[in-house]
T-cell receptor
Framework: QQQVKQSPQSLIVQKGGIPIINCAYENTAFDYFPWYQQFPGKGPALLIAIRPDVSEKKEGRFTISFNKSAKQFSLHIMDSQPGDSATYFCAASTASGAGSYQLTFGKGTKLSVIP | DVKVTQSSRYLVKRTGEKVFLECVQDMDHENMFWYRQDPGLGLRLIYFSYDVKMKEKGDIPEGYSVSREKKERFSLILESASTNQTSMYLC?????????????FGDGTRLSIL
């Protein structure tokens, strides 16, 4: 079964720290790697995404690093803030036989940023 | 902004009941998805649909069915609810255009089966 392995399960950092969340995958058919952010009581929302032909992507304080040969990717949050406290999911996308696509999600990382 | 609306935030049903979860999106998206979210297990795909009346099984379809009679509406059906189907259910939609289109999620239905 397709899998995306995410670690750590939970993470506590001080304000201003740089939390790092790691994901690894096996299926080389995955062709797009988004990260979703979920606040309590809300559905996940797309945060940032990367294609496999790019090694790094930055959007504001959020950076994805991608290592295609190792089949690993990670999310870094620069200058983290209490408002970044949320659950983060990595995901990988692959085309389905129906002409559509589906996402496979990691199990999530609960991030707490302490003031 | 894309809006994905799930009809109920909380739902309590009894074992053996037939349960319907409804989802409506307002952006004319072709693709719609149903996930369940459980602590420590992340999001797992139950079913998805890429067009009206079309459906595809996801990773955990057992015990569920779906219906898509109109483009904007995607229903998840628990044929005979069981306690192990107590979970948070999330609906999502995305436009056609390949696997790099973002999915837009509703805020979920927390379903308890007693």
């Amino acid at each position: 079964q397709q899998q995306v392995k995410q670690s750590p399960q939970s993470l506590i950092v001080q304000k201003g720290g740089i939390p790092i969340i790691n994901c690894a995958y096996e299926n080389t058919a995955f062709d797009y790697f988004p990260w979703y952010q979920q606040f309590p009581g809300k559905g996940p929302a797309l945060l940032i995404a990367i294609r496999p032909d790019v090694s790094e992507k930055k959007e504001g304080r959020f950076t994805i690093s991608f290592n295609k040969s190792a089949k690993q990717f990670s999310l870094h949050i620069m200058d983290s803030q209490p408002g970044d406290s949320a659950t983060y999911f990595c995901a990988a996308s692959t085309a389905s036989g129906a002409g559509s696509y589906q996402l496979t999600f990691g199990k999530g990382t609960k991030l707490s940023v302490i003031p | 902004d894309v809006k994905v609306t799930q009809s109920s935030r909380y739902l309590v049903k009894r074992t053996g009941e037939k349960v319907f979860l409804e989802c409506v999106q307002d952006m004319d998206h072709e693709n719609m998805f149903w996930y369940r979210q459980d602590p420590g297990l992340g999001l797992r795909l139950i079913y998805f649909s890429y067009d009206v009346k079309m459906k595809e099984k996801g990773d955990i379809p057992e015990g569920y069915s779906v219906s898509r009679e109109k483009k904007e509406r995607f229903s998840l059906i628990l044929e005979s609810a069981s306690t192990n189907q107590t979970s948070m259910y999330l609906c999502a939609s995305s436009p056609r255009g390949g696997l790099r289109q973002p999915q837009h999620f509703g805020d979920g239905t927390r379903l308890s089966i007693l």
